[in-house]
C-alpha cells in the first residue's frame, strides 16, 4: 500500500496541482482547504504537506496540533514568506523540512521520500524497542530482505515440533533465533535451556548433559542432566560441532529413544523436548571428513536455517546501531548522538568479521563519547591526491563501491558482478583497472 499524503493549501490551483505531482509520483494524495479540514479528516496520513499563511489554523498551528496527536508524523511547511526566523521555528516545532515558493517539483519530491523513509526507520525502532522490553527478549531487528526471509522461516518452523539446526558466523544471533523459535513454539511456556558444548571438558561433557545418580563416583548427589532439565521445553546446544566424539553416539540414542539414562543407573528416563544445535561452521561439510556424525546430523536436522553475516543486511546495519546505541545512551542517562550520512555509508561498507556483537560494541562507544562517529572506520587511508576531475571523481566512486561490495560477498566476483548489475568479466576488468585486492 503507498503512503497516504495529505496536502493542507487554501490556493485551490496551487493545491490540485501538488496533488497531481504527489500522486504521478506513486503516493496517494489528498487536498484541505484548510487546518481544520486536514486534522479532522479520516483515516490519517503519513506524511503533511502544509502551506504556511492560511486563513484560521496556520501553518505552525497545524504543526503543532499534528506533533500533539501523532508525535512521529512527517510534516513539511511551505510558505512563499519564508525567513530564517520562520525555518528555525518550524524545524524546532518538528517540522521534518520548510520549502519556500517557488520550489523545485524534483526537490520536493525527495524530501517527502527521505521523511517518509526517516519516519519509517524511526517508527521501526520504537516497534523494536518496545518487543525487546517484552520478557522474551526473542524479537528479530530489521527490515532487508534476508531479516524478512528468517522471520517467515521461523513463523513457519517454530509450531513444528522438529529439531533445528541453525548455522552463521560468531555473533549473528544464533541463539536469539533459537529462542524466538522457542517463544513461538507450543513449547513455551516450558523452560529454555542453553549450554556451551565448547566450553565444556571432555571429561564433564555426559555428566552435564546426561547427569548422574548419587553414588556414580565418589560424592555424587542425585543430579538431572540438561536434557532432563529442559523435558517439556528446549534445550539449545551451542558449538555442536564441539561435542566429543564418544558423547556423540549416547547424544544420538537419547534423542532416537527420546529418553535419557542417568550416569550410574540402568533406568531409562522419558524425554520431551525439542533439541535446537548451533554451529558456526558447515556441519554438513564436517560429517563428509567423519569429524562429526552424520547419522547425529541427520537427526538434528529436521530443519536447518542459515544466518547471514551483518555485512549482508545493507540499511539494516545503521538501523541497528542507532538501537544499540539509543540502548545504551538511555542506560548511561546521556544523549543518543545522531549518526551522520556519511558515518552510516561507513557503517554499511565495513566488513564486520564480529557481526553483531561488533557493532554492539562500536554503538557503545559511540553512546558514551568515547569514539566519534565521524571517526569509525572506513576504507584503508591513502596517500594518493584526491581525485580532482569529473572523470577521476567518478573511478574513485567506482572502485569504491566495487571495494565496498566485494567485502560484502566475501571475495566471490560472481556474487559481487550479480549485485552490481554488470558481467563478472566486467568486474573482472575494473578490478584489474583500479589495483583492487580481492
Avoid at 260 to 283: H, M, Q, Y
Avoid at 402 to 425: D, F, K, S, Y
Amino acid at each position: 500500500m503507498s503512503a497516504l499524503i495529505h496536502i493542507v493549501e487554501d490556493d485551490a490551483d496551487h493545491r490540485a496541482a501538488l496533488c497531481d505531482l504527489i500522486e504521478a509520483s506513486g503516493f496517494d494524495a489528498r487536498g484541505f482547504a484548510s487546518g481544520e479540514a486536514a486534522l479532522a479528516a479520516r483515516p490519517g496520513p503519513n506524511l503533511v504537506i502544509t502551506d504556511l499563511r492560511m486563513p484560521g489554523m496556520d501553518g505552525f498551528a497545524l504543526l503543532d496540533a499534528l506533533k500533539a496527536r501523532t508525535p512521529g508524523l512527517p510534516v513539511i511547511l511551505i510558505t512563499g514568506h519564508g525567513d530564517v526566523p520562520h525555518a528555525v521555528r518550524a524545524m524546532r516545532m518538528g517540522a521534518e523540512d520548510f520549502l519556500e515558493k517557488p520550489y523545485d517539483a524534483a526537490h520536493l519530491l525527495a524530501v517527502v521520500d527521505r521523511a517518509l523513509r526517516a519516519a519509517a526507520t524511526r517508527a521501526e525502532l520504537d516497534r523494536l524497542q518496545s518487543e525487546l522490553l517484552r520478557k522474551d527478549g526473542a524479537e528479530i531487528l530489521g527490515r532487508s530482505a534476508p531479516i524478512e526471509a528468517l522471520r517467515a522461516r521461523i513463523a513457519a518452523l517454530a509450531p513444528l515440533d522438529l529439531d533445528v539446526i541453525i548455522t552463521g558466523e560468531t555473533g549473528t544471533g544464533k541463539e536469539l533465533v533459537a529462542r524466538a523459535l522457542h517463544m513461538a513454539s507450543p513449547r513455551a511456556a516450558g523452560p529454555f535451556v542453553a549450554i556451551n558444548c565448547a566450553a565444556l571438558p571432555d571429561s564433564l561433557f555426559e555428566i552435564e548433559i546426561f547427569g548422574h545418580v548419587a553414588g556414580a563416583f565418589p560424592g555424587a548427589q542425585d543430579k538431572p542432566g540438561k536434557l532432563e532439565v529442559a523435558s517439556g521445553g528446549t534445550l539449545v546446544l551451542d558449538e555442536i560441532e564441539a561435542t566429543p566424539r564418544a558423547a556423540q553416539v549416547k547424544l544420538l540414542r537419547a534423542l532416537q529413544e527420546r529418553q535419557v539414562e542417568r550416569l550410574g543407573e540402568n533406568t531409562p528416563r522419558p524425554l520431551d523436548l525439542r533439541i535446537i544445535a548451533l554451529s558456526k561452521t558447515d556441519l554438513r561439510g564436517l560429517t563428509l571428513d567423519d569429524s562429526f556424525r552424520p547419522d547425529l546430523f541427520y537427526r538434528l536436522a529436521g530443519a536447518e536455517i542459515g544466518l547471514e553475516p551483518l555485512r549482508a543486511l545493507g540499511d539494516d546495519i545503521a538501523l541497528l546501531f542507532s538501537h544499540f546505541t539509543g540502548l545504551a545512551a538511555r542506560r548511561y542517562g546521556r544523549e543518543q548522538p545522531e549518526l551522520p550520512y556519511l558515518f552510516r555509508q561507513q557503517l554499511q561498507r565495513r566488513p564486520w568479521p564480529g557481526n553483531v556483537r561488533e557493532l554492539k560494541a562500536l554503538a557503545e562507544r559511540v553512546a558514551l563519547g568515547l569514539e566519534l562517529p565521524a571517526a569509525a572506520p572506513d576504507a584503508p587511508a591513502t596517500t594518493q591526491d584526491p581525485p580532482q576531475t569529473l572523470t577521476e571523481k567518478l573511478a574513485a566512486f567506482e572502485a569504491r563501491e566495487i571495494r565496498a561490495m566485494l567485502e560484502r560477498c566475501r571475495g566471490n566476483t560472481e556474487r559481487a558482478a550479480q549485485a552490481l548489475g554488470i558481467a563478472r568479466r566486467t568486474l573482472n576488468d575494473k578490478i584489474a583497472r583500479y589495483g583492487i585486492r580481492v
